[in-house]
């Protein structure tokens, strides 16, 4: 707009120019052919130098050119001839220069009308000229011609490169100032994703402080009842041990959801990633049979994996991937889990065959309480990504449409 603004206000000045410049030259040529007198303009043609016309010609127009600051006056017979020009004797009795310069200008000047040529240049110079009829007897007797430099082509250049300038000038305010709105609507748009994130954060908090309240305890009685009993059965010894095993288990990850729940950071350690791994697929193969699933453990199972993320994490974090395929695959579905070292790394995929995630989910998965199952918090594997981010590591998640979904679990490897 700025640009159009100015462009519009070059023009206009240009114009204003143009039409006074032409005007002052109409004037000077008109005022020029009515003082030539028709009986002065036949004697200067019958006599040249030595008729009186002629003197009289050579004095007024050399008066008006010295006067007027004129490049040139010159006055034409009714063929478009020099009988004076004050540039010089040379253009004498020669047709004048403007019937290839402004054709069309001469013409209308010979047909008895008040012309203007349009800009020409002549030796580099920029010049203009305005032509006048000299009428006698009712016919065009000749023509005055004064030309002029254009002077005010080299203001109008600098009016012109100032204009451009000013309009780069604001081109580029105005593209700073939209990529400072840009980067303020990115900044408000990020602190409201932020804000978004710490309200989400703030009710799991509170959901998990009530839930761990509430778990904690029925949690102390059933280790106790399996302790009791183990004791009362041998029998049931190895089945009451396992009990309580997987109790103490589900304590440390309610005790774990607890802990971030109030802000705390997961602790790392030292683990092993093939034991947690293969102590997870003993604990899930009989779910998986029970579901009539196919669980392929890893070809050939590394005998240590050695990771900054303790056993118990490690278990949750698989535990929780691997029920989450489960589910998704439902009865006849296949997991095929492989675990190998890549790249200086541990990596770790769990690869079902289920219908897996729209794009658009995809992008938004592991944010707390978003969810691909009907009753899902999304908490899970927003825990097991931070957990495994807190040891260095990344949680991927692949998937497409019809083609199933698979999940890597990538860790540095722990050295020492």
């Given amino acids: 707009m700025t640009g159009l603004l100015a462009w519009v206000a070059y023009t206009g000045v240009r114009n204003a120019l143009d039409v006074e410049f032409g005007r002052r030259l109409e004037t000077l040529a008109g005022t020029a052919a009515s003082q030539v007198s028709t009986t002065d303009l036949r004697d200067a043609q019958l006599l040249g130098e030595d008729g009186s016309g002629y003197l009289a010609i050579e004095v007024m127009l050399e008066e008006l050119r010295s006067s007027t600051g004129l490049v040139s006056a010159a006055a034409l017979d009714s063929t478009g001839t020099a009988i004076y020009d004050t540039r010089g004797l040379e253009y004498h009795h020669e047709p004048s220069p403007l019937d290839s310069l402004a054709h069309g200008a001469l013409a209308t000047a010979l047909a008895g009308r008040t012309a203007l040529t349009p800009i020409y240049r002549a030796a580099g110079i920029a010049l203009r000229a ?87 305890n029925p949690l102390a009685i059933i280790r106790g009842s399996a302790e009791r009993l183990g004791k009362l059965d041998p029998g049931a010894e190895r089945w009451a041990h396992s009990v309580v095993e997987e109790t103490d288990r589900l304590s440390r990850t309610v005790g774990r959801y607890l802990q971030f729940a109030r802000g705390g950071d997961e602790t790392t350690g030292a683990g092993d990633a093939a034991q947690a791994l293969t102590e997870t697929l003993d604990l899930l193969e009989g779910e998986f049979r029970a ?126």
Avoid at 150 to 157: G, P
Avoid at 168 to 196: H, K, P, Q
Avoid at 373 to 379: F, I, M, P
């Fill in 130 to 216: 305005g032509l006048a009829p000299i009428h006698g007897a009712g016919r065009t007797a000749g023509v005055v011609v004064v030309e002029s430099r254009v002077d005010y082509l080299a203001v109008l250049d600098e009016l012109r490169r100032s204009i451009l300038l000013v309009t780069l000038l604001s081109a580029l305010g105005i593209t700073v100032l939209a990529l400072v709105i840009v980067r303020v609507v990115g900044s408000a748009a990020r602190l409201e994703r932020r804000l978004s994130r710490a309200e989400n954060l703030a009710a799991m908090g509170r959901l998990t402080a009530t839930l761990a309240h509430e778990i904690k």
């Fill in 291 to 416: 579901r009539r699933a196919t669980l392929e453990r890893p070809a050939a199972a590394s005998a240590s994996l050695p990771v900054r993320l303790d056993n118990e994490s490690l278990k949750q974090v698989f535990l929780n991937l691997m029920l989450n395929a489960l589910e998704a695959m439902g009865e006849g579905g296949r997991l095929a889990v492989t675990a190998a070292e890549r790249r200086g790394g541990i990596e770790v995929r769990f690869a079902d065959n289920g219908p897996g995630i729209p794009a658009e989910t995809l992008k938004q998965l592991g944010n707390p309480f978003i969810s691909t199952k009907a009753r899902g918090s999304g908490l899970g594997l927003f825990l097991s990504r931070r957990l495994v981010r807190s040891a260095g590591g990344e949680l991927d998640i692949e998937s497409a449409v019809g083609r199933g979904t698979t999940c890597i679990v990538r860790l540095p490897r722990r050295k020492g």
